[in-house]
């Protein structure tokens, strides 16, 4: 049977992971990228793989911010890889008695849900942070199996595996739109009259989607959460071993 030939439009963290994994099952791949692989939102991001701040969110997102987070630590196994996913832990510091209250409640509803959490008390919060100020009282949520990821890193690395596995790459090229023929897909215009042909075509053109598919007519809910009042940037300190959010 002859190989698939899939495109994959955009190589942000998504679309290099998707790459990867279907070169490396056989498919004949070839990833088309506007700019430098990596260079889109994944080289903005937080990047911080938890769950614990997902716990008031839907079930399905926490369940999906779950295994999302079990999964950075199996591919970094398969992978054998130390430069792209951090297991650093995270622990996030009550200062305040009704701080602490909710934090409680917090590990214990973590806990209840099988999600690996444990408050920790000064002594402990000192040991992963040595260089901590903190009032006596202070209470932490300890979090070990959470981390960061080099975004740019990881996906440059894996676009490199999918390479290996024969995926071709064409950086700084801008795939205009989807191809049909009959309402069936060919593949993705690069440039007027210039296509690259496929069978499949995905589109992991991360927050430019609504703007690629809008000449398809398809519309994908994607929502803009950046607004005046909004927390559009978040503020993080890698230290010592451990990860600190907001
Ligand atoms: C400030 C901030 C903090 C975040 N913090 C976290 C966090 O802590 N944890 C977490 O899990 N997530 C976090 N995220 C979200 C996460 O970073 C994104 O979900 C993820 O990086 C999106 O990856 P992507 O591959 O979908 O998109 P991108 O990385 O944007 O990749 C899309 C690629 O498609 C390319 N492209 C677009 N249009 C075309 C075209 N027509 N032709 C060819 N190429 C095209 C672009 O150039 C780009 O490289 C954060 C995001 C931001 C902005």
Redesign the pocket.
Known sequence: MARPRILV???????TSIAWRLASRGASVTV????QPG????D??????NASSKLDSSREYFDLAVRATAEHHTLADALGETRYFFPSGHIEISRESGEADRLRSKVARLQKSGYCAQLIGVRDIRRLEPGIRLPATAVAASYPDEGWVD?PAMARGLLERARGSGAKVLSH???THVALRDDVVTGAHVAPGKLVGADTVVI?????TQD?LARLRVDVPLTDVAGKDSQ???VLVYRGEGLHAP
């Open positions: 439009i955009g190589a942000g963290i998504i679309g088309i990228e506007a700019g260079a889109g939102t994944t903005t991001s937080l990047a911080w793989v975004g090229t801008t795939a992991a053109t991360g927050r430019w690629f559009a940037v978040g």
